[in-house]
């Protein structure tokens, strides 16, 4: 099957074909992303509105693009997946119209597709996937989550974040430091250059037991270490290295603890601050203190991407599962 993925939930237009005659990532045929990053830059975060207009302008040409380089017409398709949530109504709503109406057009099925599924199944693209049961780390701008995945669409929720999502905690402390939108990974970039240790922060809710985060604390912490400094260009990176360690740490100690009362030695690990670099080297370390091992997508299938969705849709469609002709687009839908 050809599938062919959309994805619109927030700030990123992504479009891929996934064919499921070939295995893993042999099997994405082309793909590309559009980042809205630039636009959005100037508010300091995502404007809901434009991000909707963005979507409209970008999506029809990249999927021109993207079926050019696939080398497919749009009949040689089999299916359209698209995300139908959770997201921004309207980003979801642009991306959902224009896969609803090809597939109705070209008279193939459609699905929608939960975003964090489409995350969490991007590690399965790789080389050596891993197979279920094993738990699964979802941290995005949106979400943080720790999964048990059982089966493929059979997932159970271990523990959440109460309050930030661990991206969200990287862009607002990010901004409070004075970093550009988006912050994240500017944060990361600034903590290379930090000394370990100048400045600690606490692991929230590590001392108790449970799988839930609270991540909000850690930026006020942090605007109080910030405040009361000199605001040199180096006591500002040690500030980014004290926050980016507490942050990996406690994602350390609550995976390692997801995989010991689960009983796996897999952890699956998906969303846009998967892509630190940090974060990935202490939960190689983790893991293979257990015996066990940590599946990552490549950096460019950690943050949004058309692929993640294509994939996930081609699964779920070569399973014989479709959608009703309903557009689909659900800013809240629990996976
Ligand atoms: O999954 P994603 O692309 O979008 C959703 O939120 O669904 O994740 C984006 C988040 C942002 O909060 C961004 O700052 C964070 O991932 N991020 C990073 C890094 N790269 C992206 N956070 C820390 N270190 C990074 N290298
Ligand atoms: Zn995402």
Redesign the pocket.
């Known amino acids: 099957m050809r599938v062919l993925g959309i994805e619109t939930?927030?700030d990123?237009t992504g479009v891929a074909v996934y064919d499921t005659a070939l295995p893993g990532a042999a099997g994405l045929r082309a793909q590309a992303v559009y980042s809205q990053v630039a636009l959005h830059a100037e508010y300091g975060g995502v404007v809901p509105e434009l991000a909707s207009r963005d979507h409209v302008r970008k999506l029809l040409p990249l999927l021109r693009r993207t079926l050019a380089e696939a080398g497919l017409g749009v009949r040689e398709l089999d299916g359209v997946a698209y995300t139908a949530g959770p997201g921004l109504v309207g980003a979801l709503l642009v991306g959902a119209g224009v896969a609803r109406a090809l597939a109705w057009a070209l008279d193939v099925p459609a699905l929608g597709v939960h975003?964090m599924e489409g995350?969490l199944l991007a590690p399965l693209m790789e080389d050596d996937p891993p197979e279920p049961p094993f738990v699964a780390l979802l941290?995005?701008?949106?979400?943080t989550q720790l999964v048990a995945v059982d089966a493929i669409g059979v997932y159970r929720l271990l523990g959440e974040t109460l309050d930030d999502?661990?991206?969200?905690a990287?862009?607002k402390t990010?901004k409070l430091m004075g970093l550009p939108y988006?912050?994240?990974?500017q944060?990361?970039a600034l903590a290379a250059e930090g000394a370990p240790g100048a400045h600690r922060f606490s692991r929230p809710m590590t001392d108790r037991p449970g799988l839930d985060f609270s991540f909000s604390g850690l930026k006020t912490q942090v605007l109080l270490a910030w405040r009361g400094s000199d605001q040199s260009a180096q006591t500002r990176a040690d500030i980014a290295r004290g926050f980016?360690d507490a942050v990996v740490e406690t994602l350390a100690i609550k995976c390692g603890r997801a995989l010991d009362a689960a009983g796996s030695g897999v952890l699956v690990v998906a969303?846009?601050?998967g892509?630190?670099?940090r974060?990935r080297e202490r939960l190689h370390a983790m893991a293979a203190d257990r015996g066990g091992r940590v599946c990552f997508p490549r950096p460019e299938l950690?943050?949004?991407n058309g692929a993640m969705i294509a994939f996930a849709g081609a699964l779920r469609l070569a399973a014989g599962q479709h959608d009703t002709a309903a557009v689909r687009a659900l800013p809240r839908w629990d996976m």
């Open positions: 939930s927030c990123e975003h995350h941290v995005s701008g949106g979400h999502a661990a991206g969200e990287f862009d990010a988006p912050g994240g990974p944060l990361a980016e969303g846009g601050v892509a630190n670099r974060l950690c943050t949004d």
